[in-house]
């Protein structure tokens, strides 16, 4: 009797559980998340009523659930913020686990946020997880008459190929537009870095020197604030801190001029 | 000429019989002590192995699993799993059943992926700029099980118990980022559950 009360709790206690796992490598489960970008973005409308555009930058998330969670917090307590964009590195191993673990935090943000892909992000079969979970690897959206470019410069996971990142992408990204006055560039490694395919920094900084309204290139990797200038060029290079050292940047574009603050949380 | 080469073809082919029939008897070990069915667990949507009953007291068990997950579970990928655990308390439930409440182990397994290797290539990474194994991992596990006895009717079926068990497992991915986000993280996110039957002869 006692033998099968327990037989009872033992097949209760299998098909009530939510985690069977097939594989830590597995790229997608029937619970995970799907295309948070486009849908943030289609909740994000297009700003074309918004004259201030505030967004927050932040970056390399990876193992920093906590930190996410004050980190949300605080954003929330910020008024007017339009929306988030995470700078790469959103994962350590790149595993589905871990992008699932960081988007639950995220999903309390109140605010739309996008993410673009980091080299820690495309490890594994990451490259699948993040496709399917959040999107593109480059993408773009227009918000309040600036254009977001948000880009693969993880040039050491391809080998130093020369196609990432990808210039006649850029290129084509940052052709004039209709009702577009400004341009925001977002990517994981900077150009200064060894990780980034020393071949194509001077055609990278080109294309953002060449463009009219071309505001600033954001990017993570460092894990610590700078802001530096290319040879010959005045366009801004910044690198926001990373989500474990609680700090992120607030910006605001107001009039065609773009300014930013470090904020600690 | 020819009958030496005859006598000693003769000896050398007798001597290798009686070599191979004490080898064969030597080999017996090899015959697995029991057959596996798995979901889930890490391991594959699901696996099939061999299991072995080893130490004196019979109270471990080393188990070789092949898994397998097709594309539309989030493959598509195989893996080569390799199973030590313990069993230390054993209950008896009544005549026909046993309890092993508590089976810590350890496993490894292997994925086999196109984007999985080994290691990551030293030609393309600076030394330890990542640090782990992309297709070996490393798993903590604790199991529990129930043990039915066969009824001697079924003595035909070559099975003499079958066991049920639930199995969770965790691996070194999931511990490191479980041990710097203790409040966003609970253990029930890193564990991870297979169910098996074990079919022992």
Known sequence: ??????????????????????????????????????????RLGDGSQDDTVRFIV???????????????????SIPEVDFVIVAGD????????????????????TVPYVTVIGNHDLTMRGRDVFKRMYGELNYSFNYGGVKFI?????????????NVPNIPWLRKQLQPEVGISNYVAISHVPPISDD?????????????????????SFHGHTHNFEEFKLDNSNIPYVITSAMGKREFLLAEIINTKLSFEQISF | MNKFL??????????????????AQKLKFLIPDAGIVQHAGSIGYFSVGAGYEIFKNKKGYLDFNYGYVPAF????????????AYKPFEIKLSDWAKLYPFNPGFFLSYTFQEDLAYKFHSSEYPRGYYYWSPALRPHLSFSNE???????????????????YTEFNTNDFYIVNYLQNTSSLSLSDIFQLGIGVRLKF
């Open chain 1, 1 to 42: 009797m006692k033998a099968s009360y327990l037989l009872l709790f033992f097949c209760i206690s299998i098909f009530s559980c939510k985690n069977l796992e097939y594989s830590p490598s597995q790229i997608l489960d029937k619970d995970s998340y799907k295309n948070i970008n486009a849908s943030n973005l289609e």
């Open chain 1, 58 to 76: 932040t970056g390399d998330t990876q193992r920093s659930y906590d930190e996410t969670i004050k980190f949300y917090r605080k954003v929330n």
């Open chain 1, 90 to 109: 959103v994962t350590e191993f790149g595993t589905l686990k871990e992008m699932q673990w960081l988007a639950r935090e995220l999903n309390n943000l």
């Open chain 1, 150 to 162: 948000c880009h693969d410069t993880n040039s050491r996971e391809y080998q130093f190929s020369g």
């Open chain 1, 196 to 216: 980034f395919d020393e071949k194509l920094v001077k055609d990278y900084a080109a294309a953002f020197d060449e463009t009219p309204g071309f505001l600033i």
């Open chain 2, 6 to 23: 005859f006598k000693v073809s003769f000896i050398i082919l007798f001597l290798f019989l009686g070599t191979a029939k004490t080898f």
């Open chain 2, 73 to 84: 579970k989030g493959g598509e990928l195989h893996a080569v799993t390799v199973k030590l």
């Open chain 2, 146 to 164: 129930i043990e039915l006895s066969i009824p001697e009717s079924w003595d035909g079926l070559g099975i003499n118990k079958i066991g049920l």
